[in-house]
T-cell receptor
Framework: DAKTTQPTSMDCAEGRAANLPCNHSTISGNEYVYWYRQIHSQGPQYIIHGLKNNETNEMASLIITEDRKSSTLILPHATLRDTAVYYCIVRARGANNLFFGTGTRLTVIP | GAVVSQHPSRVICKSGTSVKIECRSLDFQATTMFWYRQFPKQSLMLMATSNEGSKATYEQGVEKDKFLINHASLTLSTLTVTSAHPEDSSFYIC??????????FGDGTRLSIL
């Protein structure tokens, strides 16, 4: 699976959009981009995933660049409960397992 | 609601005892489940892949005789930490899901060995 690179930490003001970047420059054509988050002392929570088109659901939006070498997770209106570690993971089609990097620790500030 | 249930959520026990952790898929049948371990301030590390009806596949460096995995049904996988010692204290997390669908995670089990 391709390696991902994320900033170690980010802050975001409550109510503002949180934009979390991820680089995956070695991604191959059959690999999806997945985003999970982990709130302290809980299991990871699935947020969203995509292959090449932008995706949106009730939690977030995922913007994938045209060359697929990077992506951005957008939380449109961050709340204090969005404070967590956010993991960007590349997963091949047909693969089951996930390999976690170090993620981005997002702190939403009142 | 939760699609993967993990039990117990917390265990404290003496050194030398064995501890069993259960992982259940609630809304679907899972032929494959995964077990992870997470030490404080670190990321999740995949320990093993649990395969229904066959032997588990362990990641490099994980002792199969130490961490026994049983996946006897399509909805239940168990991880038994045998003869646990303080260095086995960690946060153990399971996940389940089907191919090309998102994996869903349990809420984790915090294991503390005294």
């Amino acid at each position: 699976d391709a390696k991902t690179t994320q900033p170690t930490s980010m802050d975001c003001a409550e109510g503002r959009a949180a934009n979390l970047p991820c680089n995956h420059s070695t991604i191959s054509g059959n690999e999806y981009v997945y985003w999970y988050r982990q709130i302290h002392s809980q299991g990871p929570q699935y947020i969203i995933h995509g292959l090449k088109n932008n995706e949106t659901n009730e939690m977030a939006s995922l913007i994938i660049t045209e060359d697929r070498k990077s992506s951005t997770l957008i939380l449109p209106h961050a709340t204090l409960r969005d404070t967590a570690v956010y993991y960007c993971i590349v997963r091949a089609r047909g693969a089951n397992n996930l390999f976690f990097g170090t993620g981005t620790r997002l702190t939403v500030i009142p | 609601g939760a699609v993967v249930s993990q039990h117990p959520s917390r265990v404290i026990c003496k050194s030398g005892t064995s501890v069993k952790i259960e992982c259940r898929s609630l809304d679907f049948q899972a032929t494959t489940m995964f077990w992870y371990r997470q030490f404080p301030k670190q990321s999740l590390m995949l320990m093993a892949t649990s395969n229904e009806g066959s032997k588990a596949t362990y990641e490099q460096g994980v002792e199969k005789d130490k961490f026994l995995i049983n996946h006897a049904s399509l909805t239940l996988s168990t991880l038994t930490v045998t003869s646990a010692h303080p260095e086995d204290s960690s946060f153990y997390i399971c996940s389940a899901g089907s191919t090309d669908q998102p994996q869903h995670f349990g809420d984790g089990t915090r294991l503390s060995i005294l």
